[in-house]
């Protein structure tokens, strides 16, 4: 019982931890290649009434339509070839962007996970947080950050 009291204490420590960043949302987007619009990270997206009973299923015929290739870009991180690249001059929060966190968390979709380029310990997700604001339903675009920082032998 220790032994599992310890891991999801050490969780939540690496989760707190995890969450210190900013996001530079002001010009980082990423494109729907077949709808031709671009969505910013931690803008609110609306979804539209007619899937306010399963907003989930929006959400993922959007994702239907980004194009796939080399690698995909949620905001300012790309994944390619089994890593998640942050851009230079971009550091990313985990959990909802923070103009949101006021608002109800109605769902939570993964859109890509892969570890740090630089920092293997961590694994980076693209996340559509599903989120109900003021009466309206929309989604925003954010990430999850997940690190392990467990000590490593020598």
Do not use: H
């Amino acid at each position: 019982m220790k032994k599992i009291t310890f891991i999801l204490m050490l969780s939540l420590f690496a989760f707190i931890a995890c969450q210190t960043d900013n996001v530079n949302t002001e010009t980082e987007t990423f494109e729907l290649k077949s709808y031709g619009t671009t969505i910013n990270p931690g803008a609110f997206n609306a979804i539209p009434a007619k899937f306010a009973a399963n907003p989930d299923a929006y959400v993922q015929s959007l994702l239907s339509t980004i194009a796939k290739g080399d690698g995909v870009r949620y905001g300012c991180v790309t994944f390619i070839d089994g890593f998640a690249i942050i851009d230079d001059d971009c550091s990313i929060t985990s959990g909802v962007p923070r103009d949101f966190r006021d608002c109800d968390l109605v769902g939570v979709r993964y859109l890509a996970c892969a570890p740090n380029f630089y920092n293997q310990d961590c694994i980076i997700c693209a996340v559509a947080y599903i989120i109900e604001c003021d009466g309206r339903l929309g989604w925003v675009l954010g990430y999850n950050i997940i690190c392990d920082i467990s000590p490593q032998p020598f």
